[in-house]
T-cell receptor, first 115, second 109 residues
């Protein structure tokens, strides 16, 4: 079974802090994604990566950056956390075969609160 | 503009009822995905389909490509089916998934 592990389930940070959200998958998947999920808005793509050191912006990349130094790990960085980044953050991974042509496997999510 | 629309937004059913959740989309797709999210956050992929019908246990997913419509059916519903069900599509151009906002299902014993 594919396992996608996010480092924290709950996180509380102060405005202006730099925040790191870590995601690790154990199935050698090429594609990894970071989403945020807000009530009424569904899942929105922040960034995705289809290979080591490769990254592409999603719909809402402002205020975020990512890092993929190793295939299994995809990190989301909030450069200077703000209250409007309070949200549920979900990491996902999938096999190659077109970025969207294989099932997505999700982590359990990180609920981030910025005060 | 929402590329994926789901209905209903919320659904309450009695245990044992047959449930249908609908998904309509507006773009050309290579595949459609049904996802399940239980309280607490984790999302599980239930189905990925590009034509016809798929069945897994009490869950059935159908898709009509011409009408750009998919349905998720749950037979003999059970309280443990209570979750948010999310429809997502893989567009045939570009490299992003489009997600519906989800259908929140509550099954009452």
């Amino acid at each position: 079974d594919v396992k996608v592990t996010q480092s924290s389930r709950y996180l509380v940070k102060r405005t202006g802090e730099k925040v790191f959200l870590e995601c690790v998958q154990d199935m050698d998947h090429e594609n990894m994604f970071w989403y945020r999920q807000d009530p009424g808005l569904g899942l929105r793509l922040i960034y995705f990566s289809y290979d080591v050191k490769m990254k592409e912006k999603g719909d809402i990349p402002e205020g975020y950056s990512v890092s993929r130094e190793k295939k299994e790990r995809f990190s989301l960085i909030l450069e200077s956390a703000s209250t409007n980044q309070t949200s549920m953050y979900l990491c996902a991974s999938s096999f190659e075969g077109g970025v969207c042509n294989s099932p997505l496997h999700f982590g359990n999510g990180t609920r981030l609160t910025v005060t | 503009k929402n590329e994926v629309e789901q209905s209903p937004q919320n659904l309450t059913a009695q245990e044992g009822e047959f449930i249908t959740i609908n998904c309509s989309y507006s773009v050309g797709i290579s595949a459609l995905h049904w996802l399940q999210q239980h309280p607490g956050g984790g999302i599980v992929s239930l189905f990925m389909l590009s034509s016809g019908k798929k069945k897994h246990g009490r869950l059935i997913a159908t898709i009509n490509i011409q009408e750009k419509h998919s349905s998720l059916h749950i037979t003999a519903s059970h309280p443990r089916d209570s979750a948010v069900y999310i429809c997502a599509v893989s567009p045939d151009t570009g490299n992003q998934f489009y997600f519906g906002t989800g259908t929140s299902l509550t099954v009452i014993p």
